[in-house]
């Protein structure tokens, strides 16, 4: 089922975030993320883009602020190492480990946003996401990217769209 761009009028497929009839970047498809930002006064939801390359297609880059990193150690309680030991020898997965890596990233993912938030950023790019085993039952994840103030492009030329 395609849909309609709303600069244009003009109907593209899905699959593509880019109107295949003048360009303009399909509404609501940017990859955001969400953390929680406290600071004195207030606690804020901060909505950021988030990308594993060096560049957005539909965003230019106005400026580069610096590296932001996130941090997480998480480690499986007794009960959770026996529940991922039953299931590694009878085979299938261990929600309890998945759900401690998912906790693990969404921290390590949150804190990065706050950083590049403190920076003034609205977006990072060159996102990277890194697992380390820490002791015996530990995680350690750290990410890391590139902070950075980007804006809307107006249209997307036909070298970028494809």
């Known amino acids: ?8 009028g003009g109907e593209t497929e899905l699959g593509y975030n880019i109107c295949r009839t ?3 970047p399909r509404p609501e498809t940017a990859p955001y993320h969400s953390a929680v930002v406290r600071n004195d006064s207030a606690v804020v939801r901060v909505e950021m883009l988030v990308t594993t390359t060096g560049s ?19 480690g499986a309680t007794f009960f959770e190492g026996l529940s991922a030991g039953f299931a590694d020898m009878v085979g299938g997965r261990s929600n309890a480990y998945e759900s401690l890596l998912h906790r693990g990233r969404q921290t390590a993912l949150a ?3 706050q950083q590049a ?10 996102m990277r996401l ?3 085993p820490f002791g015996n039952s530990m995680m350690m ?7 950075v103030v980007v804006s809307p492009k107006t249209t997307i030329s036909n070298t970028e769209a494809h």
């Not at 957005?56 to 998480?74: A, K, N, W």
């Open 1 to 8: 089922m395609p849909w309609t761009c709303p600069s244009c």
């Open 56 to 74: 957005l297609q539909t965003h230019r880059i106005d400026s580069y602020l610096g590296p932001v990193f996130g941090e997480s150690i998480y």
């Open 111 to 113: 804190e990065m946003i």
């Open 141 to 147: 994840i750290c990410c890391s990217g590139t902070a």
């Open 22 to 24: 003048c360009k303009t």
């Open 117 to 126: 938030d403190r920076l003034g950023g609205n977006a990072i790019v060159g």
């Open 130 to 132: 890194d697992y380390s």
